[in-house]
């Protein structure tokens, strides 16, 4: 048997996934962070779940990132402080985030996540932390999907332009 058979989790991380590994988990940190943060600013409470959501989904990278770092003798990086509480009447209108934009920050960083799993399980040669990855990317995907029906029933959505006169069957043919 080789280095890279049998058990996948008492194989080596190779550098590029030790490297990602722990850049995910630095990245998951900063997000539960910044979406409690944009939990103190939304006011929809739909919102206010899928923001709950992302929150729980990062911790859990977190939580899983780290454990693979710690087994494999890697140090994680340190967690954030606790951001204090905030209610949404004490933060002045003009520094308030509404919800449009709010959700429109959650939507590009889910879109994000999706291209940065995709990497990762692209670069790795260890099943187990490849079928993380695709985990990851399955929940990001089905959060992203949730983010896009929520900004279309509030409302909030901002589409590009649409093609509104498409060629007839026959046209397309010519």
């Known amino acids: 048997m080789g280095i890279l058979s049998g058990n996948p989790k008492n194989e080596p ?6 490297y990602d590994v722990w850049q995910f988990s630095m990245g998951a940190k900063g997000c539960a962070s910044l ?3 944009l939990s103190y600013h939304a006011g929809d ?8 959501d992302m929150i729980n989904q990062a911790e859990l990278e977190v939580a899983e990132c780290d454990e693979i770092l710690v087994h494999n003798g890697l140090v994680p990086s340190p967690g954030l402080p606790d951001r204090p509480e905030a209610k949404l009447e004490d ?3 003009g520094a308030r985030l509404s919800d449009m934009e709010i959700a429109a920050m ?3 960083d889910t879109a994000a996540g999706l291209v940065l799993c ?5 670069k790795c040669i260890r099943e187990d932390v490849a079928a993380l990855f695709a985990k990851y990317h399955a929940t990001k995907a089905a959060i992203g999907l949730k ?3 929520l900004s279309k029933e509030k409302g909030w959505l901002i589409p590009p332009p649409l ?6 069957n026959e046209e397309s043919k010519k």
């Not at 409470?45 to 709950?52: A, F, N, T, V």
């Open 13 to 18: 991380l190779h550098y590029g996934e030790a």
């Open 35 to 37: 979406y409690r943060a």
């Open 45 to 52: 409470k739909e919102l206010k779940s899928l923001i709950g």
């Open 91 to 93: 933060i002045p209108i």
């Open 106 to 108: 959650l939507s590009a």
């Open 118 to 122: 995709s990497q990762i399980m692209a």
């Open 147 to 149: 983010a896009l029906r």
């Open 163 to 168: 093609v509104l006169d498409r060629p007839t």
